[in-house]
Structures are given as C-alpha cells and as structure tokens.
C-alpha cells in the first residue's frame, strides 16, 4: 500500500517562500507519477505540479515561476519549492501518486492521497 505524509505547511507573509515535503512509502512499480494539489475552502481540488519516474515535470499557469517540484536522490521524497506566496495560494495542499510515467496534474488520474498540509499565506 502506497502512503504519503506531506509536512512543510504553515503561516507565511505575501512574498514569502514555503518548501513543502511528501514523503511516500510502500511503492512497488517502477514507473510513476507525484503530484501536488490544493484545495481552498469552497474550491474544487486543483492540481499544481507533478514529476515523473523519467524525471519530466509539469505545472499548472499559476505555479510557472514561482513553485518547483523536485524529488530526492533516493526518490523517496518529492519537494514543492513554493516562492513570491501570494494570499490566494493559501489551501490545503496534498500529495499523490499514481502509477504511469506520463505527465498529468489532474486529479482524477491519482489514486493515492497524502492528508495534507495546509499553507496559509496572510499578513
């Protein structure tokens, strides 16, 4: 069984940075995706970005420039890098994995879910 444990979350200023962590366990296929979502109270899930086992990323508009994934050396791990927050990132953000090597940030295509961390950006 596949698990992940999202941490990084918390209270931060407009303008400032996050690094958001997903620890995953328990995968047993070779090829794979993760990705980060978010949810806003009222909101319907979003996703943000994703990585791939052939190491290929992709974003959503909002995330280009500002947020990067990035996955450890021991691929154990995936980073969300999250810069310039801005009032209207603040969600409740969670990780997930599928199985699959192509790129995808929608969450239907996800079968596996973290509990989330939730980032709140406010001054």
């Known amino acids: 069984e596949v698990q992940l444990v999202e941490s990084g979350g918390g209270l931060v200023q407009p303008g400032g940075s996050l690094r958001l962590s997903c620890e995953v366990s328990?995968?047993?296929?070779?090829?794979?995706?993760i990705g980060w979502f978010r949810q806003a109270p009222g909101k319907e899930r979003e996703g943000v970005a994703c990585i791939t086992s052939n190491d290929s990323q992709g974003y959503a508009d909002f995330a280009k420039g500002r947020f990067t994934i990035s996955e450890d050396g021991a691929k154990n791990r995936v980073y969300l890098q999250m810069n310039n927050l801005k009032p209207e990132d603040t969600a409740v953000y969670y990780c997930?994995?599928?199985?699959?090597?192509?790129?995808?940030?929608?969450?239907?295509?996800?079968?596996?879910w973290g509990q989330g961390t939730q980032v709140t950006v406010s001054s």
């Open positions: 997930a994995a599928r199985e699959g090597w192509w790129r995808t940030i929608v969450a239907d295509d996800y079968n596996y």
């Open positions: 328990g995968r047993t296929f070779a090829d794979y995706g």
